[in-house]
């Protein structure tokens, strides 16, 4: 199991409780998708797996966070993002002056080989993301919101994770740019291999490129199975913050 996350609290400013005994596992190798309403806790999960929590005034008050069986909770976030862990916050956080190209040079920066391992990555990012290959010297900040959801992503693959996370990629995107930017994280993990860690509140493009799914409420994982089933039920009663007691497996 490449991550676990064995009954988990997470505390905002000693008060708030995010996260109440979240269990869930990541398979090496799968896209695993957290499904759920805003302010249900996913980003919370994302969160205390890259170690940001603590500079949000948050901890994880109990239970425990392995990847490839060490614990990570605690740890700062520098050390958990050396550990191959690579995190794609909401908001498309890019170097908005730079060019596309330095952008995904920057994601390179912690990586110990050569040039020429990174201009093969290079070339392989365009080979997923042609728009970025056309506006490899264009300002970032001048491209589209698909574009820069497609740079953001790119960037967070240049540090060659072993588990990216990927936090609502689909939000504030027109349908087909969504549509899009969901092909080719299915093709990232088909191609390259990369785990994937899946927050999204859009079912019908997330749970059709999953193996499994948790879904979220208060935070609680309501509702978890493999992708395929939870797609053919009705989960909107979830969204709704009605909680289930019975998990399947």
């Not at 676990?4 to 505390?11: D, I, R």
């Not at 990629?169 to 969901?182: I, M």
Request: hydrophobic letters at 40%; aromatic letters at 6%; proline letters at 2%.
């Amino acid at each position: 199991m490449l991550l676990e996350f064995k009954n988990v609290e997470v505390l905002y400013s000693n008060i708030i409780l995010a996260l109440k005994g979240v269990t869930l596992k990541v398979s090496e190798g799968n896209i695993i998708t957290i499904l759920g309403a805003n302010g249900a806790g996913k980003t919370s999960i994302l969160k205390a797996i890259s170690g940001i929590l603590s500079l949000e005034n948050g901890r994880v008050s109990s239970g425990e966070i392995l990847f490839q069986g060490e614990r990570i909770d605690g740890k700062d976030p520098s050390d958990i993002a050396r550990s191959n862990i690579s995190f794609v916050m909401e908001g498309r956080e890019i170097f908005r002056t730079l060019s596309v190209e330095e952008n995904l040079r920057v994601g390179s920066i912690m990586r110990k080989d050569g040039k020429q391992e990174i201009r093969k990555d290079l070339d392989l990012i365009f080979e997923f993301f042609q728009p970025l290959k056309e506006r490899q010297r264009q300002v970032a900040g001048t491209l589209s919101g698909g574009e820069q959801q497609m740079l953001v992503i790119s960037m967070a693959l240049m540090t060659k994770p072993k588990l990216l996370l990927l936090d609502e990629p689909s939000l504030g995107l027109a349908p087909l740019v969504a549509e899009s930017v969901f092909e080719q994280i299915k093709n990232i993990n088909r191609n390259l291999g990369t785990t994937i860690l899946l927050v999204e509140q859009n079912a019908s493009l997330s749970l059709p490129i999953s193996q499994y799914a948790y879904v979220i409420t208060n935070g609680r994982v309501a509702f978890q199975s493999r992708a395929e089933e939870i797609a053919g039920q009705n989960i909107s009663q979830y969204y709704l913050g009605v909680e289930n007691q019975t998990q399947n497996n």
